[in-house]
Each structure stands twice: as C-alpha cells, then as structure tokens.
C-alpha cells in the first residue's frame, strides 16, 4: 500500500496539480463556476413556474394554491423573463468570462478582454434574417448550442488579446491630465482593432462555407458529438469515480475535472433544464443521463457519500476519535460539506476507506438512473442547489417527485450499509481503550 502511495504521490499528484493551475483549463472553470448563480436563478423560476403557479404543481396541488387563486398560471408571466436573462443567453455569459479569467492569468485588462470577446462572438454569429424587412437575430445559438463556440472565442481572444495588449509597440499612452477611463481604452485601441478585422474575416470566410458559419460547424462537428458520447451513465461513473480517487490524494477532484464536465454535460443539463420550463414537466426530458445524476443520487454529505459514512460510524464504531469527529462533521455534512470527515478523520490516504469512497458513489449513480430508465422517477432536469441536504435534491431535481424522494433515502441506505463494514474493520486497528 505505501509503494503505491509513493507511486500515487510521485505521477498523479503532480499531473493533477498541473492540471489545476493550466491557465485554460482554470478559466473554463471559473466561467462555469461564477455562472452557476444565472443558471441556479433561472432554475428556480422554472421550479417556481410549475411546482407553484401551476394549477397542477406538487406544491399547487398540496397547498390548494389552486382554488384559493383561480388565476395562479397568470402569474407565470411575470417571472418567464428571467430565462430570457439567465439560461437563454448563456453563451454570452461565458465568452466574456473566459476571455476576462484568461486575460487576469496575463495581468492585462480583462474587463476590455472581455468585451472584446462579446464583440467577436457577435461579429462571429451567424447573419440577421430578414422578415418582412425587419432584421432579426436568433437566440438559437446564444444559450446552450453556443456554449462550444464561446468557449473557443474566449480561449483564442484572451490568448491574443492579452498578448498584443502588453506589447509595449502597440500601446498609446496618453498624457496625465487625460481622464483615466479614456487612457485605459486607447492603450489596448490596437489590439482590440486587429482581433475584431481577423474575426469578421475569419467569419466571411466561414459563412461562404456553411450557412451559419463557425457556430454550425462547431456544433455539427464538436459539440453534439461530443454531448452524445458523454451523456451516458457510463461517463458519469466514471467521472465521479476519477473525481473520488483524485480526494483520496488530497486532490479536489470536483474541481480539477470541472472544465471537462461542464464541456460534456453543460448543454444537455440547460436542455433539460429548457424542456421543464417549456413542458412543465421533467418526464421524457430528452437527457437522463447527465452530471445531475452524480449530485441527485451519490453525493449527500459531499464527495464519496460521505453521509453514509457518518450515520455508519454513529452505528458501529467504537472508535472515540472517529465517533468525536462524526459528531463534529455531521452539520456540515447535512449540507454537503465534507472536509472535516476527508481531512478530519481521515479519508484522504486511509488503506480502509478508500475502496467505499469510490464504490459508494459509483453504485448510488447507477441505482438512480435505474429507477429513471425503468420510468418510475423522472431525469434531473431542476437546477438544485449543491447545499441542499441529501434526498431533497432527487425530490427538487425532479419537481417534486415523490417516487425520487425515495429513492434519494435508498441511496443513503445502501451508502450506508456499504460503509459499515469498512467501520467495523477500522474498530481492528485502534486498541480497545480508545472506543467510547
């Protein structure tokens, strides 16, 4: 075991920290991450929408909204907007921040690096329709089907943006008295000038090529691929388990895998999201299998399960520390917040707990979507907060599914029921006159 920790330490440490610090990687990361609370507020609307102001939503329907305000659907309209300002223009979101993280890695100006990227990606997108001699734009390409393309715009803006913006040759300097917002946009005038020319040609180019230019070609060729090949359960396994094996290294797993699976599962997750607000419904959303899974099903306390551990531990352990620290992480752990038991008792490095860490989580994603292949529960296609306490998440994820509820308490019982063994064993290794 220790040669294998040594062997752990020496490749897989350095890889992963490598990976944590890789400026595009981290900026993709960050993007999805200062997102999150758009997405989380456009979910919530669309939960609000049809478990309330629903005639026949779950909350509508246990509360009797329904006969104390006969018109509660009208009142839909007053909150739709917010997915036209959160899940709809996404994209726009993440060019910009992508191209503004890149841009603070250079320490060059990221505010105008990220508009910089806005603009290209509109000089970028495909052309207006004419109708009835009005021009439109399509909002086809501004949410989740042009996630991909901002991603590469704001990757190849922040790179060359940054890089001419600090070239001394390319910066006007303008005299003292010149008020600061002004100075600040002549000395990147230059760079914004050539990157927004090499994009429209780029774009003529394109469009002479496909119809809506890089944004089809990108999702024809890349993006759709890429989200069919992922949204499996198959790729959920064994995302989480990479994610799980990584903690046990003292690695955040989560975090160093982020960048790959907001690229696989980012639009299959607001296309579910899409179909709830369009049909009121999760049933028959067109993606079952998506990173929602591993958060519904085998992620209460935090990564590994660890919930699981901690009621196994107030069970069979006879261990005073580990009962010390249960009792110490069993409120954090209700809200998904685990280090004190990774770190605390610990996981990380544990010979003992490292085989359930990894199995619990892998088991609880494959009975969840079980139990959504069969269609006794819906997909998670709601937003859910990452806080919210264990079986809650299945229940809201799903709006409101009773069935899911369920479900989310066998995940704890089965997490649970693995665990217990690798605690007793862990009784074996302490003398007797440390239990309590």
């Not at 709809?88 to 890695?105: C, K, P, Q, T, Y």
């Not at 989560?254 to 299959?268: G, S, V, W």
């Not at 005073?320 to 752990?333: F, Q, T, V």
């Amino acid at each position: 075991m220790e040669k294998f920790e040594r062997t752990v330490e020496r490749f897989l440490v350095p890889i992963a920290a490598r990976l944590n610090a890789q400026r595009h990687i981290c900026a993709i990361r960050d993007a999805f991450i200062l997102c999150f609370p758009i997405i989380m507020a456009g979910s919530i609307i669309t939960l609000l929408n049809f478990a309330i102001l629903s005639p026949d939503g779950f909350i509508a329907n246990i509360l009797f909204l329904d006969k104390l305000f006969p018109n509660l659907a009208d009142y839909q309209t007053v909150f739709t907007p917010v997915l036209r300002g959160s899940l709809d223009v996404m994209s726009v979101f993440v060019v910009f921040l992508v191209a503004r993280n890149l841009a603070i890695s250079f320490q060059a100006d990221e505010l105008l690096s990220g508009l910089t990227a806005v603009s290209c990606y509109f000089i970028i997108y495909p052309p207006y329709r004419i109708i009835d001699n009005e021009s439109f734009l399509t909002m086809k390409w501004l949410g989740a089907q042009g996630l991909f393309v901002a991603l590469i715009i704001g990757i190849i803006v922040g790179e060359v943006f940054s890089r001419l913006a600090n070239s001394k040759r390319l910066q006007i300097h303008m005299p003292p008295q010149v008020p600061p917002a002004v100075a600040r946009t002549f000395k990147v005038l230059f760079p914004i000038i050539f990157i927004t020319i090499g994009f429209a040609i780029v774009s003529f180019a394109l469009t002479s090529v496909t119809k809506n230019g890089l944004h089809e070609l990108v999702y024809t060729l890349l993006q759709a691929p890429l989200r069919d090949m992922g949204t499996n359960i198959f790729t959920v396994v064994f995302l989480g388990i990479v994610a799980n094996f990584l903690w046990l290294f003292g690695i955040h797993g989560p975090n160093t895998i982020a960048a790959i699976r907001e690229t696989i599962f980012a639009e299959a997750n607001l296309d579910n999201l899409a179909f709830a607000a369009k049909t009121g419904s999760a049933w028959d959303a067109p993606f079952p299998a998506t990173w929602a899974l591993n958060d519904a099903f085998a992620n209460y306390g935090g990564s590994g399960m660890t919930l699981g551990l901690l009621i196994a531990i107030f069970i069979a352990s006879k261990r005073r520390d580990y009962k010390d620290i249960g009792k110490l992480s069993i409120g954090p752990g209700l809200f998904n917040i685990n280090e004190p038991v990774i770190f605390g008792l610990p996981v990380v490095l544990n010979p003992i707990f490292m085989i359930p860490f990894i199995i619990v989580p892998a088991v609880n994603t494959s009975v969840g979507y079980m139990f959504i292949s069969l269609k006794i529960i819906p997909p998670i296609a709601y937003s859910v907060p990452w806080t919210t306490p264990g079986p809650l998440i299945p229940f809201l994820g799903t709006g409101g599914n009773w069935a899911a509820l369920a479900v989310g308490f066998l995940c704890l019982a089965i997490s649970t029921i693995i665990y217990l063994p690798f605690v007793m064993a862990a009784n074996k290794t302490v003398k007797t006159d440390s239990g309590g």
